[in-house]
């Protein structure tokens, strides 16, 4: 799971770095987390996180505006904002943010938010690899006849006086 945390104030940077650290580890997720403390070195660094926790309030360009160049981008990443700045929560709608967390928040809520994060990628990444394998197919051939086969639905193949045979699940025609 790659997250990066993106905060101007280092010691709230470290704090959520250590957070994130602690609920990771727990829960045996592997992680890598880069931390950043403007939106424009986030963007130039070519990062691409699965998560990313962003403060809205930067010197630089803000958090709204770092997302919105990172969605015209091509981000799909799940964004969390954290910031004391309640006035941008309906903005952040406008970039396909997922959560916004006020600060103060307490641990609690960052491990509710953090968990259903984390699930939501995973549910994004299964649905990808099964939409990948639902496009590998073969094409068999006999004579001019030509049928493609889903492979993932290929149960199994048997050859018998020099025919193949193919055994498809049939709930998926």
Same mark, same amino acid.
């Given at each position: 799971?790659?997250?990066?945390?993106?905060?101007?104030?280092?010691?709230?940077?470290?704090?959520?770095?250590? +957070? +994130? $650290?602690?609920?990771?580890? &727990?829960?045996?997720?592997?992680?890598?987390?880069?931390?950043?403390?403007? @939106?424009?070195?986030?963007?130039?660094?070519?990062?691409?996180?699965?998560?990313?926790? $962003?403060?809205?309030?930067?010197?630089?360009?803000? @958090?709204?505006?770092?997302?919105?160049?990172? *969605?015209?981008?091509?981000?799909?990443?799940?964004?969390?904002?954290?910031?004391?700045?309640?006035?941008?929560? /309906?903005?952040?709608?406008?970039? @396909?943010?997922?959560?916004? $967390? %006020?600060?103060?928040?307490?641990?609690? &809520?960052?491990?509710?938010?953090?968990? &259903?994060?984390?699930?939501?990628?995973?549910?994004? #990444?299964?649905? /990808?690899?099964?939409?990948?394998e639902r496009e590998r197919t073969?094409? !068999?051939?006999? @004579?001019?006849?030509?049928? &493609?086969?889903?492979?993932?639905?290929? %149960?199994?193949?048997?050859?018998?006086? *020099? #025919? !193949?045979? +193919?055994? !498809?699940?049939?709930?998926?025609?």
């Amino acid at each position: 799971m790659r997250i990066a945390v993106c905060e101007d104030e280092k010691e709230i940077r470290e704090y959520i770095r250590a +957070l +994130l $650290l602690s609920c990771l580890e &727990k829960d045996g997720i592997e992680h890598e987390i880069e931390l950043f403390a403007e @939106g424009e070195s986030l963007i130039s660094s070519g990062y691409v996180p699965d998560i990313l926790f $962003l403060d809205i309030e930067m010197p630089g360009i803000n @958090g709204i505006q770092t997302a919105k160049r990172l *969605r015209e981008a091509g981000s799909q990443s799940v964004i969390i904002f954290v910031t004391a700045m309640e006035e941008y929560v /309906f903005q952040s709608f406008d970039v @396909g943010a997922f959560h916004y $967390l %006020v600060k103060p928040f307490s641990t609690e &809520k960052f491990y509710e938010v953090l968990k &259903k994060a984390v699930s939501q990628v995973k549910e994004r #990444e299964l649905s /990808f690899r099964q939409n990948n394998e639902r496009e590998r197919t073969i094409e !068999i051939r006999n @004579g001019r006849l030509r049928t &493609k086969v889903i492979l993932c639905d290929l %149960v199994y193949a048997e050859v018998f006086n *020099r #025919e !193949i045979f +193919l055994y !498809i699940l049939m709930d998926n025609l």
